[in-house]
């Protein structure tokens, strides 16, 4: 498949997506909020776009002060609208996050997580089916030398295999194991596939590495331009043969791809559905866009009044047609690209439609 | 007025998205007003609340009202918030209707709010919503709609002394 140009169909399909979108920024409903409740991790990943450390300088945020900001949201919307993704770092590394998983879900808010499952243990998971959880994502960047490779942990391998037979054994709960592709596992993407359906898992969710955190400076992390293109065909042709249901990660407007790799078109939703609660207390939108973005403090402001007056950056991107996409007449599907991909002075700094026009 | 014609303007979109195609796109995470979830979705059910109002003796009583609450708790005080209400019927029937995932402190109030009308006056009562007994009506979608569930619990109203 060629990314451009677009077929008129597909031309047709994303200047209807663009008017769904235009109502979209226009009222803008908080649908998802990200905590990052510890910049504290068990794991020293290859990839990681964050800068996580085993004891961090700072402490994690008390509760409470979340707790509030949640108040702050239930004044002003319906809770049960609004999901709380618990982020970090590694959620895990806090004793107390089943304690603040239940005071979430006490408050009306479905809530889920995201981890590496390394602490994941049948006690803890107990703890955390009890807490309410509602999903979960677990990292998963091949069988066990590479991911162990990846995730610089001999156990890690082992603890997410037992962490997915935990989880689908529970009946209902819903979760996705999510893959960092590289080019150690690009080969490898169909035994990742078929330990998968094997052991019964029905989401997996594919991403590739942009260019922040530790990856921007290893070579093992960035694919080729064929591999790049590669990783569409191949998420298309899963979807296709529709034994696990494959998708590209949130990120990127990747043309004649759209609609083909993902359960829906391309469209940034920081700040727009999506804010975020840092360690720090900053008001963001997604965990990986840089802080120069944050667009105040909830030990300063009002996270209602915050989401409802700011975030102009986030709702109007024409500031960000200039450089390589002043000129692209793909802009106005794509808006730039996703937020997390613009760096401190707005440049952008990976074009996913670009890429893989380069093959 | 605005928001009227944007969900409606949003429905034909949506629509309209359908017929060139992308219907499979669109069921796969449903395409509500907002749009899908970016990276995460919330696993969520219909569930059904539906039984008999009765009297001591087993009759039927109509006009009972019956309303869904949820009760969340927080520093030791509770929080209700309404879901449905609804009267029974000549039959005493009720059925209540919630879209959520499971809530242990789901709770359905019952109260005479006719005074001495349909069999006299009750007393009010509360029932735990249990949903250990809840059954399964239509399967989902094998994503994160996990479809209908229904449960009955009757109810036995004691008469105002």
Not at chain 1, 34 to 59: A, I, V
Request: with cysteine.
């Amino acid at each position: 498949m060629k990314p451009t140009p677009l077929t008129l169909r597909k031309k047709l399909a994303l200047e209807l997506w663009r008017q769904k979108e235009n109502i979209l920024r226009e009222e803008h409903p908080l649908k998802q909020l990200f905590w990052e409740c510890t910049l504290r991790c068990d794991l020293r990943c290859r990839h990681c776009g964050s800068d996580c450390k085993m004891q961090p300088e700072s402490n994690d945020m008390p509760k409470e002060d979340f707790l509030r900001v949640l108040d702050s949201i239930a004044a002003k919307t319906d809770p049960h609208k609004v999901f709380v993704i618990v982020s970090g770092g590694e959620p895990l590394m806090r004793r107390d996050i089943e304690e603040c998983g239940r005071a979430i879900y006490e408050k009306g808010f479905p809530w889920g997580m995201v981890t590496n499952a390394l602490h994941l243990t049948p006690q803890r998971w107990q703890g955390l089916l009890q807490a309410g959880i509602h999903t979960m994502a677990i990292s998963l960047d091949g069988l066990a030398e590479d991911h162990n490779w990846m995730r610089g942990n001999g156990q890690s391998f082992q603890m997410v295999s037992q962490a997915i037979d935990m989880l689908v054994a529970t009946e209902g709960f819903v979760f996705d194991i999510v893959t960092c592709v590289n080019r150690r596992n690009y080969p490898k993407l169909d035994d990742i596939k078929e330990f998968l359906i094997s052991k019964g898992v029905k989401r997996w969710r594919l991403f590739t590495v942009f260019p922040v955190g530790r990856a921007a400076f290893d070579p093992d992390m960035r694919l080729t331009n064929e591999e790049f293109r590669g990783v569409f065909d191949y998420i298309k042709k899963v979807r296709e043969e529709g034994r696990i249901r494959a998708d590209y990660g949130c990120e990127g407007f990747l043309g004649n791809y759209e609609g083909e790799v993902r359960s829906r078109l391309f469209s940034c939703q920081a700040g727009v559905t999506v804010g975020s609660v840092m360690a720090d207390g900053s008001i963001a939108a997604c965990a990986s866009i840089r802080a120069d973005y944050n667009q105040g403090n909830i030990y300063e402001d009002d996270f209602m009044e915050v989401w409802e007056n700011r975030y102009h950056p986030y709702r109007n991107r024409e500031w960000m047609k200039k450089d390589e996409c002043s000129q692209c007449k793909y802009f106005r599907y794509c808006r730039g690209n996703g937020m997390h991909l613009r760096d401190g002075d707005g440049k952008l700094l990976f074009c996913h439609l670009h890429r893989l026009q380069e093959t | 007025m605005k928001v009227k014609f944007n969900r409606w303007y949003n429905a034909v979109l949506t629509a309209l998205l359908s017929m060139l195609g992308y219907g499979c796109s669109s069921t796969e995470e449903p395409l509500d007003m907002y749009g899908p979830p970016v990276e995460y979705g919330t696993p969520h059910a219909d569930f059904i609340i539906k039984g008999r109002v009765m009297d001591e003796s087993g009759t039927p009583v109509q006009g009972i009202k019956t309303s869904l609450k949820k009760v969340f708790e927080n520093n030791n005080k509770h929080y209700a918030l309404g879901v449905d209400s609804v009267q029974s019927d000549v039959s005493g029937n009720y059925q209540l209707k919630s879209t959520d995932r499971q809530n242990q402190y789901d709770k359905v109030i019952v109260e005479d709010i006719d005074g001495e009308a349909n069999g006299g006056e009750f007393l009010s009562d509360t029932l735990d919503v249990d949903y250990n007994k809840a059954v399964k009506t239509k399967d989902g979608d094998g994503k994160w709609y996990l479809g209908i569930y229904e449960i009955t619990q009757d109810v036995k109203l004691k008469k105002k002394p």
